[in-house]
């Protein structure tokens, strides 16, 4: 599986974004998909996640409330909508997947979000 994330970019506090990532290759091995960010000098965090059967989520307690993470299996694409931006939230955001019977995770090349105060 190979992953690529787009839709990051510069925007201002309090402003929204959606980032995508989109999945290709034994997408059906997928057991689970998830978002991480990691800012400068801080270890890389999750954001939110995703099973693919069950659509089951999780959040990180600084998003609740203001991210929402989906997908779309048939286009096989993670989606992470982000509102109510703050300059906290600044970070390279990748995006991951988790497979059945394998501890094998892949991860996507990651995407800028820049949040100005």
């Known amino acids: 599986v190979q992953l690529v994330e787009s839709g990051g970019g510069l925007v201002q506090a309090g402003g929204s974004l959606r980032l995508s990532c989109a999945a290709t290759?034994?997408?059906?091995?997928?057991?689970?998909m998830g978002w991480y960010r990691q800012a400068p000098g801080k270890q890389r965090e999750l954001v939110a996640a995703?099973?693919?059967?069950?659509?089951?989520?999780n959040y990180a307690d600084s998003v609740k409330g203001r991210f929402t993470i989906s997908r779309d299996n048939a286009k096989n694409t993670m989606y992470l909508q982000m509102n109510s931006l703050k300059p906290e939230d600044t970070a390279v955001y990748y995006c991951?997947?988790?497979?059945?019977?394998?501890?094998?995770?892949?991860w996507g090349q990651g995407t800028q979000v820049t949040v100005s105060s």
């Open positions: 995703i099973t693919s059967r069950a659509g089951s989520t």
């Open positions: 290759g034994s997408t059906l091995s997928i057991k689970a």
């Open positions: 991951n997947a988790e497979y059945y019977y394998s501890r094998y995770i892949t």
